[in-house]
């Protein structure tokens, strides 16, 4: 894993760095350069990954949703492990790169969904244990849950229950970079969290038969 150590950047230095770093559309490039299209025209309009995939296939699609995880990653992960950020520096450092793949202005601050993004800043933190059970929780609810607003809550959620379970009692300032993300994510989604939520079909069938 990454050793602490020094690398002197204040707080503010390395929360312009995560926003900036969360900024780049690589995704829009990606699909740009490769297919001559603009992904926002496709599917839901979402300038992410997931629509990258639609329109390239899934080796693109993993280039791209590891290149949008690593822009979340890096700042944040440098600035814990060897800048010696901690405590309530942490929170705008680690909602920086959320926000500006969110909030991009190279996308009149229409951008993405920020999901990689999150799985990227959690790393950071935690490493594996962050893609291991943010990951296992919204493959899980995506399963059980219909529509992919609320199945990512769900998933965030349990998240949070794990992160309360082990982090939070040694870092009680990480509830609250939680509950940031939370909100950046409802507003992101705003529009599928507007529908009544539900199970998915094949979970209602079979409740249906016992």
Request: aromatic share 16%; hydrophobic share 55%.
């Given at each position: ?82 800048g010696g950020m ?8 680690v909602l920086a ?58 998933a965030f959620s ?53």
């Open positions: 894993g990454l050793e602490k150590g020094p690398l002197k950047m204040n707080v503010w230095m390395w929360t312009i760095l995560g926003f900036f770093a969360g900024s780049i559309p690589f995704s829009m490039g990606i699909s740009k350069l490769v297919a001559k299209r603009d992904i926002r025209t496709i599917a839901d309009g979402n300038p992410g990954s997931m629509n990258v995939g639609k329109v390239l296939g899934w080796r693109w699609f993993l280039i791209a949703l590891l290149l949008d995880a690593l822009k979340g990653f890096i700042p944040v992960g440098f600035a814990y492990f060897r901690d405590g309530w520096q942490l929170f705008p450092i790169p959320v926000l500006g793949h969110a909030f991009s202005p190279w996308l009149k601050f229409r951008g993405g969904k920020a999901v990689a993004t999150t799985f990227g800043v959690w790393f950071g933190l935690i490493l594996w244990n962050a893609g291991f059970i943010l990951g296992a929780a919204l493959l899980l609810m995506v399963k059980i849950v219909k529509g992919s607003g609320w199945a990512l809550m769900a349990l998240f949070g229950i794990f992160l309360a379970l082990f982090y939070f009692p040694d870092h009680p300032e990480w509830l609250y970079i939680w509950l940031g993300n939370a909100l950046i994510f409802i507003i992101k989604h705003w529009q599928e969290l507007g529908e009544t939520p539900s199970l998915q079909p094949w979970l209602l069938k079979r409740l249906k038969r016992q």
